[in-house]
T-cell receptor, first 114, second 111 residues
C-alpha cells in the first residue's frame, strides 16, 4: 500500500517568498505530524494534528509558520516570508490514533531559501 | 527540549553486535519507547517499539529495564548498510502524541 507522500520533494525559493508544503498521510491515519530537520541535526517537532485539529502547535518556530489539515487527510505546512534559516528538510509522519503507535514518515521536502 | 539522551556516535565493525543505550528519565506511564533508523536524505524508518522487558523482531532487539528510565537497542551482526543515525523516541510527558526525538546516535560500521 501507499506510504506517506510529500510534495514537492525539493523546493528552492527566494528570501521573503511564501511556500506551501504538502503531506498526504497513509489512508485512515488520523494522527499527523510535521517535523523539521536542519542539515546534520536531529528532528525538531513542529505540530501535531489529531483529525483536522491541532492540539499542539507549540513547536512552530514563529508566526510565519502555519499548518492546516482537511478531511482528516491532506495537510499543508505554509511558511510565509521565508528566511534563510528556514532552509531544512520538512518531514511529515502519520499514525493511527492509538497511544504509542509509531508514526510512519514520508521522504520529506528539502527547502532551500536563497 | 529533548526528553532522551543518547551517545552522539558509535563505531563498530561488520559482524559485531552493537548496543545503543538511550536514557529517558522522565518517561510517562503510558509512553512507549520507539527506535528509528535514518539514512542520509531519507525520512526516519521504524525499527522497533516496546513498553517494558524485551522485544525482538527480525531486525533488532530492545531491552527495557523495570524502571523504564533507559532502553538499549541491540543490532546483531551489523553490516555496512547499518551505517545510519539511530533515534530513540518516547512520548512527551504532557501528551503521549507529541513525540520528541533525541539527538540521535550516528553509527559507523567499518569493514
Amino acid at each position: 500500500g501507499a506510504g506517506v507522500s510529500q510534495s514537492p520533494s525539493n523546493k528552492v525559493t527566494e528570501k521573503g517568498k511564501d511556500v506551501e508544503l504538502r503531506c498526504d498521510p497513509i489512508s485512515g491515519h488520523t494522527a499527523l505530524y510535521w517535523y523539521r530537520q536542519r542539515l546534520g541535526q536531529g528532528l525538531e517537532f513542529l505540530i501535531y494534528f489529531q483529525g483536522n485539529s491541532a492540539p499542539d502547535k507549540s513547536g512552530l518556530p514563529s508566526d510565519r509558520f502555519s499548518a492546516e489539515r482537511t478531511g482528516e487527510s491532506v495537510s499543508t505546512l505554509t511558511i510565509q516570508r521565508t528566511q534563510q534559516e528556514d532552509s531544512a528538510v520538512y518531514l511529515c509522519a502519520s499514525s493511527l490514533h492509538q497511544p504509542g503507535l509509531a508514526p510512519y514518515f514520508g521522504p520529506g521536502t528539502r527547502l532551500t531559501v536563497l | 527540549l529533548a526528553k532522551t539522551t543518547q551517545p552522539i556516535s558509535m563505531d563498530s565493525y561488520e559482524g559485531q553486535e552493537v548496543n545503543i543505550t538511550c536514557s529517558h528519565n522522565n518517561i510517562a506511564t503510558n509512553d512507549y519507547i520507539t527506535w528509528y533508523q535514518q539514512f542520509p536524505s531519507q525520512g526516519p524508518r521504524f525499527i522497533i517499539q516496546g513498553y517494558k522487558t524485551k522485544v525482538t523482531n527480525e531486525v533488532a532487539s530492545l531491552f527495557i529495564p523495570a524502571d523504564r528510565k533507559s532502553s538499549t537497542l541491540s543490532l546483531p551482526r551489523v553490516s555496512l548498510s547499518d551505517t545510519a543515525v539511530y533515534y530513540c523516541l518516547v512520548g512527551d510527558e504532557d501528551s503521549s502524541y507529541k513525540l520528541i526525538f533525541g539527538s540521535g546516535t550516528r553509527l559507523l560500521v567499518r569493514p
